[in-house]
């Protein structure tokens, strides 16, 4: 496949609702140039690695990459003939020589990405009412494949197992593109239980419904999950979160008699679920707590109750919105006390720092 050929082969898999965006698409670049000489089938598990990020993605990769190549799509996708001009603005993507002044289509594709990015990182108490379809739609892909990634993660293997094509590919670039070792992949150990209290009070109000988009990501993933909503008492909806849809999802929550947007009782909400709700946690349990921290209880009962599941459980991960801000110091009575007894302090203002919680989520 020529570089035009691979550029229009990425926009195509766009159309068709994959990703597929300039990290893909440079990925894939380097992973036709590991296999540039070797034969179709290994140029077709190249382009398959690098640019699904799903199982649906993966699943029709397949017929797509046929049907790009017998010419059963538009003729404004078919592959240019030989001779004719490179589209400029793949040289903006790569980075090599030639012209830098992309073509109008080209422009757009990387007005594209930047929108992606500006969206994936911006502020979720900032969302311009105009941004929200956009954002909400992103929130729904990003999420779904993360889950998807967690569900299917495998670690590497010294000698034996299934080939893992991707890694040895990118392994082995550096070499030039001979396979000269490859890798193998395992599939991990059942994953855990996780364990989740989102704050619902009046201060997180502007946050919780992303957050919400992340637990039922969660669920979709984790067998063994519950997730619990609190302000002044706690309420369990990890039932509701199982539903396929967040849709269906977010209708039942509506029935919910949670205290939304009312105060904030961070360390009697702990305690309730310590004497209520203890047998959810051991050793194999990721503890989840999202909360900016603002508690009008008293911070003792907070430290102990928290330490308290810190003593059964494997992880406790704070997730804060706050710690977004630049100048933000966890300075106030219910977060200084919670501190000691947390293991991951870490963002969740926006839709890249919940993703970046993934990494946290091993066994």
Not at 11 to 31: I, K, N, Q, W
Not at 165 to 191: A, H, M
Not at 260 to 276: D, K, M, Q
Not at 305 to 318: D, N, P, T
């Amino acid at each position: 496949m020529t570089r035009p050929d691979l550029i229009r082969f990425c926009r195509y898999l766009r159309a068709h609702g994959f990703s597929a965006g300039v990290t893909e698409s440079l990925a894939s670049v380097d992973a036709l140039r590991a296999v540039e000489s070797v034969d179709p089938a290994a140029v077709r598990w190249a382009l398959r690695s690098s640019l699904c990020s799903s199982k649906d993605e993966w699943d029709s990769f397949d017929r797509l990459f046929d049907a790009f190549h017998s010419g059963e799509r538009d003729a404004e996708q078919r592959p240019r003939i030989a001779g004719m001009e490179e589209p400029r603005g793949f040289w903006v993507l790569t980075g090599e020589p030639g012209e830098v002044r992309p073509t109008d289509r080209e422009a757009a594709t990387i007005a594209g990405a930047s929108d992606y990015a500006r969206l994936k990182n911006v502020d979720f108490s900032e969302v311009p009412q105009s941004d929200q379809p956009a954002l909400d739609q992103l929130a729904q892909r990003l999420l779904k494949q993360m889950s998807w990634r967690l569900s299917r993660r495998r670690k590497l293997a010294p000698s034996r197992g299934v080939v893992d094509v991707r890694r040895t590919i990118r392994g082995n670039i550096s070499g030039g593109g001979d396979l000269l070792k490859l890798r193998y992949k395992d599939r991990l150990r059942q994953p855990g239980r996780v364990v989740i209290l989102l704050d619902i009070s009046g201060s997180m109000s502007l946050y919780s419904m992303f957050l919400l988009r992340f637990a039922h990501a969660l669920h979709r993933h984790f067998k063994r999950a519950d997730t619990f909503v609190f302000s002044t008492r706690l309420v369990r909806i990890g039932a509701m979160l199982r539903s396929r849809k967040l849709a269906d999802a977010l209708k039942a929550l509506n029935a919910c008699p949670a205290d939304w947007s009312g105060g904030t009782r961070i360390g009697a909400s702990l305690r309730e679920f310590n004497v209520r709700h203890a047998r959810l946690l051991s050793r194999d349990t990721v503890f989840i707590i999202l909360s900016d921290g603002w508690d009008t209880g008293n911070p003792d009962v907070l430290a102990a109750e928290l330490a308290s599941v810190r003593r059964r459980v494997r992880k406790v991960i704070w997730l804060n919105p706050l710690l977004g801000l630049p100048d933000y110091k966890p300075l106030t009575r219910g977060m200084a006390a919670a501190l000691p007894h947390v293991d991951v302090f870490a963002p969740a203002h926006s839709l890249e720092s919940l993703l970046e919680l993934e990494r946290h989520l091993g066994w």
